[in-house]
Every structure is written in structure tokens, then in C-alpha cells.
């Protein structure tokens, strides 16, 4: 591993394993970012295939340091030391397979962080790609126009729709290491209890511009019945601990808030797959959600809509919008 010594302004760390053919396109986007004080951490989790070869030129550059696993550490241990590496006062994680959309992103996020001590975290509008084809199929706004919000208030939405993409989102490091970092027991949720965690330490800043693309291949889409299972009842703890901190009273006043997000995370997987036609994989996961618990995965309004989604498809689902009103996963979700 190099080092340079100096102390840079943010710390970027890009997690690869066996992304040798998505990594020229992500360490591109961020070294070629108009905002230059960062350095990029990149951990290669011993992959089989080119990797290395990928990165070896990427290594002249002295902001680059490469920290090379000779045993596979998986996801959650390599975001853990790629924190405890980290010495920017802001820091930032991107996947190997996703890259930065903009070459303002860094200098943008940066900024707002810089205007306002108490927030705790940047994101910004991201573009969904489809498989090795650089071309969006959507872009995920969650506000029109740039917001700085209480923590406390984005709480409320997050912990319903957690819709803050883990690539390039910025975090304050102080507010990193007084959530405690990533937690190393999850594996599934590890990115949806940081954002919730944050929350209850300081603001959350927005930009509403497409910062960041997101790239869904085969790898990342079908999964077991058992990973399925695995991710809700994660989700569902980490919507426990997020209410902890919470007084009596308050939480008491939040309930309706915490049943709509236990709804939320049973139906998520399902709503998801059946939105984007993969019907299959949608039925899988309300199987799944209902045997945690039945009665609040199928008594709600979202299981209605994606059983309707499903049983008229999207042509005939998409003449009815104007009766449901809402017509994506997301928007059902939320």
C-alpha cells in the first residue's frame, strides 16, 4: 500500500471484487473530478480476474493507494478498513461497478458540507444503468430541487423509502465515528442503518442533480429465497435499533411511522422485481415477507398494488395511473 503522507480533504474508497471490466470506468470518473483534494483508497478483495492489471497504471497517480487482500475479506470487512483508513475529514465509498455521473460531484458535495458544520451526510440524484450498457433506464430524485434537512425530519422518510444510494454519498467524518461506522455484525443493511444513524446526529444534505451512476447486471439482481430472507429480517432489526434512540414519548408518537416501515421492508424486495417485470422474483420475495410475518405483508395497501402490477402487466397497469395515481415501486413504497 502507498501513501503519500498528507492529509487529503476527503477520502475516497472503491470496494472491487472481480470488476476488472466496470474498474477503468469508475477510477476515471473519479480522478478525473474537478475537486482534487481526495484520496482514492482502492481495496482489491482478491479477485480472480484482471483486476490488477486494470489498476496498475492507476498507481502512478500519488493520490491512489492500493490495499491488495490476500484472502477474500468480503463486502462488510473491506468497507470497515476502507473507514479506518480513511483520513479525509469527509469520506465516501464507491463499488467498483458504479462510477461518478459528474465531474462536479465531489466539488458539489463538498461544498454544502462545507456551508453547514451540522450536516452529517451528502447525496445526490443517481442514474440506474442497465448491465454493461452505459445507458440510464431512470433517474432516482428523491425531492425537486436541493434540500438541507433536520435529521430528525429525513428520518421520518429514510426509514420508510431508504433511498440514498451507498456510492458517493459523503460523510462528515466526525459523524462517521459518533454512529460508531459501519456495523460489522449486518451484511445487508449495513448502508440503510448508517443513513438512519446519521439522522439522529446531525442534517442531511441533498442535490438534485445526477451525481452518481448506478449500474444493476446479473450478479446484483436474482436472489435465494434464504438471502432474501436474511436481507428483510436485517432491515427489520435495523428499524428497531433506529427507534431506540427516540424517547418514550416520542416513540409512542412514531409508532404509525414504525409500522409503515416494517410494511415497507416486507413488501420492498417484491414491489421492486414485479416493477421492473420480473414477476418470478417478486412472487418469490412475498412468499418470503409472509412467512416473517403474514398478516403485515399481505394486509396493506403496496401488496394490492404490486399483485395488481403483476396480474395486468405494465401496458394496461400504466392506463390505470391516473386512477392509481402513483405508478412506480417506489412511489407505492412511500
Not at 152 to 179: C, M, N, W
Not at 191 to 203: E, S
Not at 246 to 269: M, W
Request: with cysteine; proline share 3%; aromatic share 10%.
Amino acid at each position: 500500500m502507498t501513501d503519500n503522507g498528507s492529509t487529503p480533504v476527503l477520502s475516497v474508497t472503491v470496494l472491487n471484487y472481480n470488476y476488472g471490466h466496470f474498474l477503468a470506468n469508475c477510477l476515471d470518473s473519479i480522478l478525473g473530478q474537478s475537486f482534487k483534494d481526495f484520496e482514492l483508497i482502492l481495496i482489491n478483495d482478491k479477485s480472480t480476474d484482471d483486476s490488477l492489471k486494470v489498476i496498475e497504471p492507476y498507481l502512478a497517480d500519488s493520490r491512489v493507494r492500493l490495499v491488495d487482500h490476500q484472502e477474500n475479506m468480503g463486502f462488510v470487512r473491506s468497507l470497515v478498513q476502507g473507514g479506518e483508513l480513511s483520513r479525509g475529514r469527509y469520506i465516501s465509498v464507491i463499488s467498483a461497478d458504479d462510477w461518478a455521473a459528474s465531474p462536479e460531484a465531489f466539488a458539489k458535495q463538498i461544498a454544502v458540507l462545507e456551508s453547514d458544520p451540522e450536516i452529517a451526510f451528502a447525496f445526490g440524484a443517481y442514474g440506474h444503468y442497465t448491465s454493461e450498457k452505459d445507458r440510464t433506464s431512470y433517474v432516482w430524485r428523491s425531492g425537486r430541487g436541493n434540500y438541507v434537512r433536520d435529521g430528525k425530519e429525513l428520518f421520518q422518510e429514510l426509514v420508510t423509502a431508504p433511498y440514498v444510494l451507498h456510492s458517493g454519498t459523503i460523510i462528515r467524518k466526525t459523524a462517521y465515528d459518533a454512529v460508531g461506522g459501519y456495523d460489522q455484525s449486518l451484511k445487508y443493511a449495513v448502508d440503510t442503518r448508517m443513513w438512519l444513524a446519521l439522522c439522529h446526529v446531525g442534517k442531511g444534505a441533498y442535490i438534485d442533480e445526477e451525481l452518481y451512476g448506478y449500474r444493476r447486471h446479473p450478479t446484483s439482481m436474482s436472489k435465494t429465497s434464504t438471502s432474501i430472507e436474511r436481507t428483510i429480517r436485517e432491515v427489520l432489526k435495523v428499524i428497531e435499533q433506529s427507534f431506540e434512540p427516540f424517547s418514550a414519548a416520542e416513540r409512542r408518537e412514531l409508532e404509525p411511522l414504525h409500522r409503515r416501515a416494517v410494511k415497507r421492508a416486507l413488501i420492498a424486495y417484491a414491489a421492486d422485481e414485479v416493477f421492473r417485470g420480473s414477476y418470478r422474483e417478486g412472487f418469490k420475495g412475498l412468499r418470503v415477507a409472509a412467512s416473517i410475518k403474514p398478516v403485515e405483508t399481505l394486509v396493506q395497501r403496496a401488496t394490492a398494488v404490486v399483485l395488481l402490477r403483476a396480474a395486468l402487466g405494465d401496458h394496461a397497469f400504466q392506463l390505470m395511473r391516473g386512477l392509481l395515481g402513483r405508478t412506480s415501486s417506489s412511489a407505492v413504497l412511500g
